[in-house]
């Protein structure tokens, strides 16, 4: 969840690391702090609240100029967003800092024997055990790296480690276990980061870290090698989106950038997916198809946005290839003892792959024999590399917390892993094929075509700041979307809000309808399924009759919905089972702009991070 750099090289470390902290605080911003290694010492910062204090701390005391340091903005898990709590922890001489992300699950059990020991620990957390550690491994190894090894062996849990020493002035260590770390290597200089944006700027040519694998950064080079000290395999690749990608661009959040950026992404998610003939063609979908037609259940396991990609890839499945589909939160799969064997098929969607339920998740399903294929954004993380196959969305990086560009490209991720599914299978015909693919690439047109006539729906939203509840209604791929738009809304706006399908509106939450309450209503379009249409706009008729104050999502041409609106946004006419591509974009718009004329800060609500690192 936090985010962490490292840097070794000629440039001013303490620099590039607040470079690199800038771009990762969407990981986290309940405190930041640095520490630079200079003049046969180390001299570290640290403050609670977002990176803004660590700066202006900064600008008060001045650290001593340094080439080797690292950096961390937390996201509170073990102890409260205090200055004592914020990274980096050094031991009692204050020759090692440790950062962390991730959580230490024995750390209890090593905090009482350091004590024993003599140590003095300040802090609530976890991590400040671990500098401890290490500065007594280094007293007799003098290695910063063979120190990590033996420390990392002895703690329990899901944690990424970067850790200097004053001994050791030009050396940087990592560690990773179920936690992101990626390595960035330049001339005559070295990066370590949760993510490749916070070194973008630098190089982009990138090292892959596996799983238990402590790296060594010197200037002139990186080695990496297991817990155990034994050489590991790495595996470099080239980062395909450069710095000025991960920039606002004028605009006044990164939130607003992303839905602008929404057209695109949806293009580029879409190509060299199509052979010469017109056929799907996902070459990075490494499972035979053999096995493909083996399949006889898919799971899809995700968590909070993605989960909602899920419920709608269901729809396209079921539909396209008459497979059973599920879809689980990834945070209760394993629980629940789900019944799973080689003949399942799980689709684990992260945007980031790295989200810890979603790990787990599938490392569960493929103890019992499942095959999965992991949706993913994020090259060289960790769901994808541990998945049988992958199916890269290429939305580019999403540095806003709430995720707009990362849904909908996961959206036309699913649809092409259904449409594959029954190419595969013969449960769809070539020209049948082509035909949606041909809707999908007309799909980026009608989201630009939205994004042009927000104004009315920013108008509204800025009206409706003063409310305290939103509802959100819809039938068959409108109901995810409905949970989708109150998703939103909690996120950014900090509302009261729910999604409900809306024929379950008679058997309770019909209760909470009231005088001027707003409800959006997502409704279907009323070709080919009329019976879907039919029976919303008896649900709109039911609350307006109530009082509520109806804001209905409508495609073009619909006069039917028009007497029972009191606030109509229309959406281009697009394939129900495609609709959620173009009827999710007015909620976005809608919460971010409900959200700021609220005061909130959109791109980094509160409580909230981008990745969910841990359980």
């Not at 000025?244 to 661009?249: C, D, L, R, V």
């Not at 068959?476 to 379950?504: C, D, Q």
């Amino acid at each position: 969840m936090c985010g962490i750099v490292g840097y070794v090289g000629s440039q001013s470390a303490l620099e590039v690391v607040l470079a690199g902290l800038r771009r990762l605080e969407y990981r986290g911003y309940d405190s930041a702090g640095i520490a630079v290694l200079a003049d046969g010492g180390l001299a570290a910062a640290r403050k609670a609240g977002k990176l803004v204090n660590l700066e202006k701390e900064l600008a008060a005391r001045p650290l001593p100029t340094g080439t080797t340091g690292i950096g961390h903005t937390r996201w509170a898990t073990h102890g409260g967003p205090t200055d004592a709590n914020a990274h980096p922890h050094l031991d009692n001489a204050g020759r090692v800092a440790v950062v962390h992300n991730g959580i230490i699950e024995n750390f209890a059990v090593l905090r009482a024997e350091l004590a024993e020991r003599g140590h003095e620990l300040f802090s609530e957390t976890d991590t400040e055990v671990v500098a401890h550690l290490l500065a007594e491994e280094f007293s007799v190894t003098a290695d910063l790296a063979e120190a990590m090894r033996l420390v990392c062996r002895r703690l329990e849990g899901a944690f990424t480690l970067v850790a200097a020493h004053a001994d050791e002035p030009d050396v940087v260590v990592g560690a990773r276990r179920n936690s992101p770390l990626v390595v960035g290597v330049g001339e005559g200089e070295a990066f370590l980061a949760s993510d490749v944006a916070a070194f973008i700027a630098h190089t982009r040519s990138a090292i892959e870290l596996g799983q238990d694998q402590v790296v060594e950064l010197r200037r002139d080079g990186v080695t990496v090698t297991g817990f155990d000290g034994s050489p590991a395999d790495v595996r470099s690749y080239h980062v395909d989106w450069d710095a000025s990608a991960a920039e606002k661009g004028g605009y006044d959040y990164f939130m607003l950038k992303e839905i602008a950026e929404q057209p695109k992404a949806v293009a580029d998610t879409l190509l060299g997916r199509i052979d010469a003939s017109g056929a799907l063609s996902l070459d990075e979908v490494r499972i035979p198809a053999s096995e493909l037609r083996e399949v006889d259940k898919v799971v899809i396991v995700a968590c909070g946005t993605a989960f909602h990609a899920g419920l709608i890839a269901k729809y396209a499945i079921e539909h396209w290839t008459r497979i059973p589909c599920e879809v689980e939160l990834a945070s209760e799969f394993r629980y629940r003892d789900p019944i799973l064997d080689s003949r399942s098929l799980v689709i684990a969607i992260s945007q980031s792959g790295e989200t810890m339920d979603t790990l787990m998740a599938l490392r569960h399903a493929r103890e019992q024999g499942s095959k999965v294929l992991a949706i993913c954004n994020t090259n060289g993380s960790t769901i994808p590399r541990e998945s049988d196959a992958v199916l890269y969305t290429h939305a580019g990086p999403e540095v806003a917390v709430a995720s707009t560009k990362a849904f909908l490209t996961q959206l036309v991720a699913c649809y092409l892993v259904a449409l594959y599914l029954g190419q595969v299978r013969g449960t769809k015909w070539g020209d049948e094929i082509r035909a949606v693919i041909r809707d999908l690439a007309q799909i980026s047109g009608a989201v630009e075509r939205v994004l042009e006539t927000m104004g009315p729906v920013r108008e509204l939203a800025r009206s409706l700041a003063h409310k305290d509840t939103v509802l959100f209604l819809g039938r068959h791929v409108g109901y995810p979307v409905a949970l989708e738009g109150a998703l939103k809304l909690k996120e950014l706006a900090y509302m009261h809000a729910e999604g409900f399908a809306a024929g379950e509106l008679k058997h309770g939450p019909i209760a909470l309808i009231e005088e001027d309450l707003p409800v959006v209503v997502v409704v279907p379009s009323p070709r080919g399924r009329s019976v879907l249409h039919d029976k919303i706009v008896s649900n709109i008729q039911e609350i307006r009759a109530r009082g509520a104050r109806t804001i209905v999502i409508a495609e073009e041409g619909d006069e039917t919905v028009v007497p029972y609106a009191d606030h109509l946004v229309r959406i281009p006419v697009t394939p129900v089972l495609l609709s959620p591509l173009v009827a999710t974009v007015p909620l976005q718009v809608f919460a971010c702009e409900l959200a700021t004329a609220r005061g909130n800060e959109v791109d980094q609500p509160r409580n909230l991070a981008k990745s969910v690192t841990v359980e």
